[in-house]
Structures are given as C-alpha cells and as structure tokens.
C-alpha cells in the first residue's frame, strides 16, 4: 500500500528536527502539522503533546524525523535520528531528509517491530496550511458511494488540520521551551481593530436583545391578537417582513455561540444581508426626502387612481354593449354594469376624500425605508393591494357568482341526466327525482346555462384585471425575497477568498526525479458560485400559495377565489 | 348408447369436466355435442293487433309532440291567447285529474300514499315558479339567434321521444332525460314568444302534456284498452287537423309516418320474427336469472 505524506509547505525550509502530526492509520497516511526544532527534551515534547491531544481532541503524536542538511551529509546526525525513533516510538518511523537546495527529498520508512524491511512506495503531497485550516469542506451533494468515500477521507484530514488550530494560534513572540516550526498566525495583535469589535460586540448584542425582546412583547401582547387585527396583520406583507427582520436580529444577537460551521455563515448572511437592506433603504430614503419627491408622488397619485378608474368605467361601458359580438343577455349584462359604475363612483369618491392626506401619509410611510429597502417595498406592495381594492372587489363578486353558477350547473346537470352525487359513496348514483324537482331543476338550469357566458364574461375580465395586480406584486415579492435570501455573505467569500469554501482538492503532479518519492502539490477547487448560493440560500417566509399551473388553471376555472397569500388550513402540495 | 360403444373398445368414456385427467386432448369433444343445441327459445311469437295496440304509445308520444308544436305556432302567431290556452288547458287538467282517479276509483291513489294536499302543493309550485320566472324566460335568449333556438329545441324534441319510456326493457330508456328535455325545448320555445304570460301559458302548456298526460294514458292502457284506442285515434286525428291547419304538406307526411308507425311497422316486425335463427347450448355464457339486486342494497 502507498503511504501518503501530508507536508505543509510553509515547513520545507524549517531546521532540522522531529516531524509531528497525526498517523491515519486507515488511510496509511500521516499528516505533519509542525516540525520541533533540536535541541528539546523529549519529556516536555511529550508532556506538550498530551496537552495538545487534550485540548484539540486530535491524536498528535511523533511521527518521524525530519532533516533539513545544508551541508554535506553528516552520518552522525541521521544515526542519532534513527534512534530517536526508539525514544518516540511510532509506527512507522517516517524519515525525511532534504539535502542542500534540492527540490527532492529522501523519504523512507523504518519498521522496527517486522523483522522484515519493507519497501513502500511514498508519496509527499503539498499542502497550505493555511488555506486548508481556513476552508470548510463541502461534501458532494449526490451521494455516490465512491465519491462519499473519497469525500470522508479528505475530511478527514481537513478536519485534522482545522481541530489543531491551537497549535498555530500561539503568539509568535512568545517563546515555550518547543521550537516548532509551522503556519504562524500574526497573533491577537495583528488583528486589534476586530479583537476590539469583538469586545465591543457583547454589550450592544445585549442592548439589542433587550430592545428586541421589548418590541417583541407590544407585538405579543393580548390586544393586538384579537381577531380583526389579528387577521389583518396576517394580510399586511410589511408586517410579515417585519416579523421576519425582528426574526434575524434576534439570531444575530443571541449571546450563544454559533456550534458550527453552517450556523456561523447563516450569522453572517444574515448580517449582511441586514446590513445591505439598510443601506438601500436609506439610499432610498435620501432620494425620496430630496428635493421634494413626496409631494410629486402625491401629486401623481392621484391622478394615476382617478385615471385608472376611468379606464374601469369605459371597460364597463364596453362589457354593456355588446364586446366583441358576443351574445350577452341584456338584462343581466345591464344589472352587473350597472353594480360595478355604482362601486367605482363610491371608489373615486373615497380617493377623493382621503386626497388631502395623501401626501402626509406619504411622508411618514417613507420614513419606515431606513428600517430596509424590503419594508419599503412590501409598504409599496400593501399601498398598491389597497389601492386596487375596488379592482378586488370586483373580482371577488365576480369569482362568486361564477361559482355559483358552476356549481349549480354541475349538479343541474346530474339531475338533468337522472343522476345525483352520491356523498357516502362519493360517485354519481342514479336516482329518481318527483316531478315537481324535475321541473324546477331543469328551469334552473335551462336560465343558468343561459345566463352563464354574461357572468363568465365579467368574471374574465375581471380575473385578468386581479391577475395583473397579483403580478405586480408577486415582482415586488420576489424582490424581497431576492433580497431576503441572498446569502451575500458567502458569496463575497467565494469571490475574495476562494479557498475557504472548498468543493474538493485537486493534485499537481510536481518534477520528478528517479529513485525519489512522487511529490504532489494539492489545490484547493472552489465551490461552484451556484452551489454556493444553493448551500447558504437564507429560508424566507413564503407567504404565497405553492399552486402547480394545473392547479391554479382548475381553481381559475371553477371561480374559486385567488389569493396571493397563504390559507393557514390549506395544504400544501 | 355412446358410452355402451366406446365401453366396447378399451378406452373410457369421455366426460365433459375439466378435473379429471383423461386421454383425450383439450378441445376434444364426442358426437353428443351438438344434442343440447336449441333454437330460438327466447322468440316470442307477435300477434299482429297486438303489436298495433302497444305502438299506440309511440303514437300518442309523436301525436303530443305535434300539438306541442302547433300550440307553439299559434301562439307565435297571435291566433291564440295565453289566456284561452291557460283555461283549456286548466279545464282539461281538472278533467283528466278526476279521470285518473275515476279510471280505478282510487285504488292507484291509495297503493302510492299520495295526499290530494301534495297534489295541490305540486301544482301550486309549478304554477307559482313558472310565473315568477316567466319575465326572466322572456330575456333569456333575446340575443341568441332565432335558429339557433328552433335547433336547439327540435333536438330536445327528438332527444324526448328518443329517451321516452314506451314500455320497452332497454337501457337507453330514462324517462326523467326524456321529461328534462322535453322542459328544456319548451322553455327555449317559451322565451321566443311575445311576452311573458304566454312564456308563462306555454311553459305550463308543456308540463301538462308531456308530463301529466302520458301518467294518464299509462293508466288508461292499463285499465281500459279500448277506451285507450279510442283516445288515441282521437288525439292522432286533432293533431293531423291542427298541423293541416298549418301546412297540409307537413299533415300528410305527419300522418304517413303514423300510419307506417301503427301499420306498416308490426307487419315488418312479424315478417322479420319468422327469419330469427337464434342457437342456444351449453356454450353460452351463464346467466344470472336470480334477482341480485337485494344484494347490492
């Protein structure tokens, strides 16, 4: 079997000395984290080891010796290297000797308890220590067995590296009775400004949970859960978003720790993606209070409601007529045009009245954009859903007699056949009807069927109207949970420190030289930016129904009403 | 007698089961076969009066169709008031309301349960539910097209006589389509008229002859035959007077089709019996005679 050496590269040019590292032993692999520099006692080499061992929960140990000679060889040094192996006994005793400037090392393998010497293939591979302590291994989604094998293995030996980060953390400056060469950190020092932040942090999460756990009382509380405002809270997406935000700041200001390595990034993403809200939202918030902005856009609201109620009342006049040639019953078509020009005047009416307040209302409504561009955009969808009432109205009374009428036709239909719906059974039995039923059924459903192209004209046109609505602010919701969802954080990451969001390694074959072990340089492949976002993609609230096209094609044809936000009974598909 | 044969010869005698492992193939079968061959065991043999008498229903149903239609073509053209029409038809209901009765002095009534009061309260239903929507029937089809309408109800019409019940055991039989579609036409019909009592006139018009009036003809056949012809020859003749009044073309080929309807029909059907050559054995699927429907409740 081939024994694999994991080298970290920033060691080559260490003094000579003892390799340690942990031994895999299913693998046949070793992977050296540090190289301890002559002179040492090998008790305290030993006594610090345990403590390590202790600390990081990985078994480092002495794996074989290390000699870097910048002279001619000396024959003393590498017999005295021999027996050290009998000091620290290891199994097997890895020898590694690097000689002058040569790019290529000696490596070889004692085997002291087999009487006989075997030769083993050996292969030296690369690594940046750095880099692999810092990048969090994704493992393959498509879990083939092949690929998770290869998978748990190479974990394996990032995990190695990342658990013993004590051992790199420890002050460069400060001198313990080891010398040991590896990856040095710059220390606590080098970072003062986060170290401060960090400091920093732990009081104003405080304060912020204080505050959040204020806020989050008022909204508990008892008088707001009462069922009007209960049910219109549930119906105002700027509540929902809101709750949502309330939401992530308490995880960003939970005191506890995050335990791995998906909990850290969702903080971080969360974070940021806060933070950018913000600045949007305040970026908005400047153009809007600039030059005046409110008042225009009062200015040309207004207009915009009364204009788009004209237009509804000449689609009336339209559907009164004759549109498009179809054949309407006249009476009915009179009464249902009639009903709705009757509706929108109440609605221009209504808009009138609210008119001189617009503006005010305007004014403070915008100030909620420094809370988040999403919250502005879910107040802009709220002021559009209330702006487009009468549209819903419309539709609604629309919708309902549609499906009245359908559903009295089916049934109509059943007794016109002799048939009736079993409800026990749940099919269509036959079933003999008096003659009085008989008669006034088939009435019914002769005026129905009639009367039904002038209702589903109305509900048509009606329909496409609530459906333009619904689109524009299903866009508006789709920004927002663009928004939402976003993992920025790690994407960020991925672009500017590609290395810590591994997928997989890859190996580069170094120069070779006959007699002389392989040597392998590994690489660290990125995660793809689509698996990225798939990994690390924030859940949001989805507070629309997850209708399949069928489905809401069925649910369009049968009248049932169409909403853009979820029933609390239904069930998802 | 075969089987004393083939005990002669040494192999046994074949037996028409299936559990038993014989010499013989599967298909194999033996002289006996065919012995159990019977013919038209079902066939029934007509009398030719008689087969006339039953197709006085068929009659009777193409003669109600008839006067429907005619009715409707007056109307439409102004020579009969709603009024008068409501009346007659008014004084002929309380009329056939006392035969029915008359015909077996109650004993209908009595086996069924049925109150005079539940009577009443039908009638006033169907009375009060076509006046209250005769101003809807009215409007109903104003801006379907005219021919649109007669289409429609001439299909109904033909859908009513296809479906009608006339006694036969058949599936397609569904006296409830038929009396649907027969509304269906009327009220389709109804809506052309000028105004909303004679939609009102015709409607009810419909309900009694294509509703109460094959109930009385049913009893009628039922209890006095020939009472039962007489009624329908006289019915068939004021239908051919009323459609000749309309158009003497129509009339005569209306009253061909009767003729061959009550005459020529039985005669080709009696013809046609003495061809049947139906074979029966032991080869037919079975048949369930017991009645299984206790079962399905």
Redesign the interface.
Known sequence: MVLKVFFPSCCSSAESGILIGRWISEQNSAVILAVVHFPFIPVQVKHYLREVQQVTKVSVSVLGSWNNSKQEKEESLSEFLEDLGTIFSHEPWIQISKEGDSKFWNCSTLQKQSDIHREEEIILVYYDQRKVMLSHLHPPLDTADHGAEDASKLSAIFNTVANSKVLFMTDRYDDGPIKMTHWQSDGIEASIIVELMKQASVPACMLLTFLLSLVSGVCNSRVLKFWPLSFLWSKLSTCEQLGHRLQHLQVISSSKKAQNQTQLMRKANIFVSLLIDVALGILLMSWLYRKNQIGHLADTLIPVADHVAEELQDLLQWLMG?PAGL?????LDQVLGRFFLYHIHLWISYIHLMSPFIEMILWYVGLSACLGLTVALCILSDIIALLTFHIYCFYVYGARLYCLKIYGLSSLWR????KKWNVLRQRVDSC?????Q??????L???LL??LPTTALYYLVFTLLRLLVVIVQGLIHLLVDLINSVPLYSIILRFCRSYRLAAGVKFRVLEQQDGKPLRLLMQINPLSYGNVVQTYRLPTYSCYPKDSWTSLCKKLFLGELIYPWKHKGEKQE | MVCAQVETSPRRCWQKVLYERQPFPDNYVDQRFLEELRKNIHARQYQYWNVVFESGAVVQQLCSVCVFVVTWWYMDAGVLSPQGLFGAALLTSLLGYVLFDAIDAGVGRRESGRTRWADLK?ML??TA??YG?SP??K???????TDTIYAMSAFMLLGHLIFFDYGANAAIV????S??MA??AS??LASRLPRSLHAFAM?TFA?QIF?LWPMLQKKLKARTPCCYVGVTVLFALVALMGLASVSSVGAVLFASLLLSISCLCPYCLIRLQQLKDNIHGPWDEAEIKEDLSRFLM
């Open positions: 004759a054949k309407m019953n006249r009476a007794l016109f056949r002799g003999s009807y008096d003659l009085d008989l008669f006034i059924g088939t009435l459903f002769t005026i009639f009367l | 039908s239903v169907f539910f076509t929507f809807v029937l409007t109903l089809t104003e801006s379907i097209s569904s006296s409830t389509l009396l649907n509304i269906f009220v389709c409607v309900m509703a």
